[in-house]
């Protein structure tokens, strides 16, 4: 079975600009959570969706935001980018079992640099 | 809040000796616990886990006991080898796919 991919693997911005980073999960997945990865702060959690919904969210501000669809894919974009939106992007994902979700299998994530 | 605390790092040992990571947290109820390991220039990779109080997760010599008393999950391995050197990470979680991750402790080892 293929693990989570992500795409792109980096990716270089400049402020005020927008990205979107995109995550395939493990085919049968139904849950996808996203994570921010920095030195400073670690991982932090941003949002987790299931069946196309938004289920949890972390302290972020709205700049952050995400989507899935209905084949599990989801996407996440970050607009008006700051400095400080520089960072490891990873995607997990898992198959939820009667409401706690299951052991998260994690991407390689995406390289976010902006400039 | 809901949180997790391991020992800092760098830890540096020698090839076969033992390791222990200190991980402890601090939660309101009763969540599954995880080790992830990340390599260099890699996303993170699940090492072990334990859902509940006295279980004994295990994998590739790696061992960690869920201990409630002392809300702790200590990462122990017997004797470790170069390919250990690596960034290991303590988790929680509850549900809701959100995983609160410690700060991460490096591990360093020696020919």
């Known amino acids: 079975k293929a693990g989570v991919t992500q ?3 980096y990716l270089i911005k400049t402020r005020g600009q927008q990205v ?3 995550c395939s999960p493990i085919s049968g997945h139904r849950s996808v959570s996203w994570y921010q990865q920095t030195p ?3 991982l932090q959690f941003l949002f987790e969706y299931f069946s196309e ?6 302290n972020f501000p709205g700049r952050f935001s995400g989507r899935q669809f209905s084949n599990s894919r989801s996407e996440m974009n970050v607009s008006t980018l700051e400095l400080g939106d520089s960072a490891l992007y990873l995607c997990a994902s898992s198959v939820p079992a009667g409401g706690r979700a299951d052991t998260q299998y994690f991407g390689p994530g995406t390289r976010l640099t902006v400039l | 809040g809901d949180s997790v605390t391991q020992m800092e790092g760098p830890v540096t040992l020698s090839e076969e000796a033992f390791l ?3 991980c402890t947290y601090t939660a309101t109820g009763y969540p599954s616990l995880f080790w992830y390991v ?3 220039g890699e ?3 699940l090492l072990l886990k334990a859902t509940k109080a006295d279980d004994k997760g295990s994998n590739k010599g790696f061992e960690a006991t869920y201990r ?5 999950f200590h990462l122990e391995k017997g004797s470790v080898q170069v390919s250990d050197s690596a960034v290991y990470f303590c988790a929680l979680e509850f549900q809701g796919g959100k995983l609160i991750f410690g700060q991460g402790t490096e591990l360093s080892v020696k020919p």
Do not use: A, F, M, V
């Not at chain 1, 919904?53 to 972390?58: A, D, H, I, L």
């Not at chain 2, 409630?68 to 702790?72: A, D, G, L, Q, V």
């Open chain 1, 7 to 9: 795409t792109p693997r």
């Open chain 1, 20 to 22: 979107t980073l995109s």
């Open chain 1, 40 to 42: 400073g702060q670690g």
């Open chain 1, 53 to 58: 919904t938004q289920r949890n969210k972390g």
């Open chain 2, 20 to 22: 222990t990571i200190n």
């Open chain 2, 38 to 40: 990340q390599y260099p």
């Open chain 2, 43 to 45: 996303g993170l990779q």
């Open chain 2, 68 to 72: 409630k008393e002392t809300t702790s």
